[in-house]
């Protein structure tokens, strides 16, 4: 069964103190690892999609990575705005997602 | 620009009623996806379609059902409204092998 595990689950962080955030997947065959963002009281607004292990993309402050059982969110000297719920998801067989229970990161000025 | 649009906002609704919640894209996809998001859970998924007249179960899929008679549209529907189903719903859609675009929820209340 595909199983996604995201640590820790809450994080606090002072502005600018750099950190990551974990995932960590079972599959039988990966059909991408997806990062999601989610703001309260909206949906989830997608970041990343890694797909091999040694994979890496960066926008702004955040930087994914990927190996085979596990995937990163790095934060770099992050700023108030970051503060959210991040989620990492597996792409499921129906097309579908599989997600994580997500890490809410709170990032005080 | 494209979106996805998801409505009431919120509900509140009674032990037993029929609810539905309406979600409306015009990205144009054929996949479509329901799911639900409750504290300790995360994201489930609830019900999709890969076209007009295509339905299938997911995860959760018990108390609930859809159709899909045109591209844009998947609603939800609550047969019989319980406590349990008390719960923040997101409609999604997508092509396949593509990231999937959210709606911003419907906050349902089952009292």
């Known amino acids: 069964e595909d199983q996604v595990t995201q640590s820790p689950e809450a994080l606090r962080l002072q502005e600018g103190e750099s950190s990551s955030l974990n995932c960590s997947y079972t599959?039988?065959?990966?059909?991408?690892l997806f990062w999601y963002r989610q703001d309260p009281g909206k949906g989830p607004e997608f970041l990343f999609t890694?797909?091999?292990a040694g994979e890496e993309k960066e926008k702004e402050r955040l930087k994914a990575t990927l190996t085979k059982k596990e995937s990163f969110l790095h934060i770099t000297a992050p700023k108030p705005e970051d503060s959210a719920t991040y989620l990492c998801?597996?792409?499921?067989?129906?097309?579908?997602?599989?997600f994580g229970k997500g890490t809410k990161l709170s990032v005080k000025p | 620009d494209a979106e996805i649009t998801q409505s009431p906002r919120h509900k509140i609704t009674e032990t037993g009623r029929q609810v539905t919640l309406a979600c409306h894209q015009t990205?144009?996809?054929?996949?479509m996806f329901w799911y639900r998001q409750d504290l300790g859970h995360g994201l489930r998924l609830i019900h999709y379609?890969?076209?007009?007249?295509?339905?299938n179960k997911g995860e959760v899929s018990d108390g609930y059902s859809v159709s899909r008679s045109n591209t844009e549209d998947l609603p939800l529907t609550l047969e019989s409204a319980a406590s349990s189903q008390t719960s923040v719903y997101f409609c999604?859609?997508?092509?396949?092998?593509?990231?999937?675009?959210f709606g911003n929820g419907t906050r349902l209340t089952v009292t």
């Open positions: 379609s890969y076209g007009v007249q295509d339905t």
């Open positions: 998801a597996l792409g499921g067989s129906q097309g579908n997602l599989i």
């Open positions: 890694l797909y091999s």
């Open positions: 599959v039988s065959g990966l059909r991408g």
């Open positions: 990205w144009n996809h054929n996949n």
């Open positions: 999604a859609s997508g092509d396949t092998g593509s990231p999937l675009h």
